[in-house]
């Protein structure tokens, strides 16, 4: 009978392409690659909890962010407030299309997204084998990834504010909080992830490999 040889402990390095075996890592450590020494891959145990965990929280916020005011100002005795699609709706009434439609993708669309992409791996993944279309959300995971810019959206918010500060009263919103702390929870939420917990836990990776979908959480469970 014939089988792949598919051996979950070779891997390339990203920076020099060297194929190459990887050792056994302790928990919390990391394994460089032989030729250039970048970093190839960091045991990171429990990923998918800590993941999922993260994720939950992260959807929590992003809906709050987009749910209450973001900004409000009051000039002479008039107030107005609004939320980040209040804002997208406005820039598009005067004219402005085209930043409209890129404040909507990399400051909703994409982060919305990524949260959800990887909500849907951490849940099929926790009673492998995982099905087949997680495989798909991993690697869209991965390109929304890129695209989502909350903390550049940020930026652009407080530069305004500094420049209409003398002009009108500012009034900050309780989504420009939850926005900023979604930031860094986005950051943790990438750094705990381990996609190569995931992908080994997907149905087509254990039947090609002609072994049973292990049920730990890093490469070393794998061996």
């Avoid at 909350?150 to 919103?173: C, D, S, Y």
Wanted: aromatic share 6%; proline share 5%.
């Amino acid at each position: 009978m014939e089988q792949s040889a598919i051996d979950p402990t070779l891997v390339a390095c990203r920076d020099c392409d060297l194929l190459q075996r990887l050792p056994d890592v302790p928990a919390g450590g990391s394994a460089c690659c032989a030729r250039c020494r970048a970093r190839l891959w960091r045991c990171r145990p429990h990923s998918l909890d800590h993941t999922l965990a993260l994720s939950i929280a992260a959807a929590i916020l992003f809906v709050i962010a987009n749910s209450v005011p973001m900004l409000g100002l009051s000039v002479a005795g008039r107030e107005a407030a609004t939320t980040v699609i209040g804002g997208v709706v406005a820039m598009w009434r005067d004219g402005r299309e085209l930043v409209a439609l890129l404040v909507l993708f990399t400051g909703v669309i994409a982060p919305a997204l990524e949260i959800s992409c990887l909500l849907g791996v951490t849940l099929t993944a926790r009673r492998p084998p995982a099905p087949r279309w997680s495989g798909t959300l991993l690697r869209t995971y991965e390109i929304f990834r890129e695209w989502s810019m909350i903390e550049i959206m940020l930026l652009g918010v407080l530069v305004a504010l500094i420049k209409i500060a003398e002009l009108a009263t500012v009034i900050p919103g309780l989504a420009i909080f939850v926005l900023g702390a979604l930031v860094f929870l986005l950051a943790a939420m990438g750094a705990a992830f381990d996609p190569r917990a995931a992908w080994e836990r997907i149905d087509w990776v254990a039947s090609r490999s002609g072994r049973p979908a292990t049920g730990g959480d890093g490469l070393s469970e794998a061996k």
